[in-house]
């Protein structure tokens, strides 16, 4: 059974930092790509950040410079380092696996940046 927990959610004010983990099991995770979605009340879930097998990452435009993704394949945990977080940064984050037909997600984590 693949599962993927994601922890690191919370309440935040404008201009801290939050560091998100996802934990993966049921899946050989050097192997994914590994993805960050978010999902704001009443709009599309768009991807945030994205990181290889090889490492490579890339990030959406309104997140780079702001955001880190990296990955610890022999914790199997993807994680996502928020700094300078913006109200704008609300949403729902979600970690996600994708390889081929493969397609796996976790449950969401809440992060509010508010003051």
């Known amino acids: 059974q693949v599962q993927l927990v994601e922890s690191g959610g919370g309440l935040v004010q404008p201009g801290g930092s939050l560091r998100l983990s996802c934990a993966a099991s049921?899946?050989?995770?050097?192997?994914?790509?590994m993805n960050w979605y978010r999902q704001a009340p009443g709009k599309q879930r768009e991807l945030v950040a994205s990181?290889?097998?090889?490492?490579?990452?890339n990030y959406a435009d309104s997140v780079k410079g702001r955001f880190t993704i990296s990955r610890d394949n022999a914790k199997k945990t993807v994680y996502l380092q928020m700094n300078s977080l913006k109200p704008e940064d609300t949403a729902v984050y979600y970690c996600?696996?994708?390889?081929?037909?493969?397609?796996?997600w976790g449950q969401g984590t809440q992060i509010t940046v508010s003051s």
């Open positions: 996600n696996a994708r390889r081929g037909v493969s397609d796996f």
């Open positions: 049921g899946i050989f995770f050097s192997f994914y790509p």
């Open positions: 990181i290889t097998t090889d490492m490579i990452t």
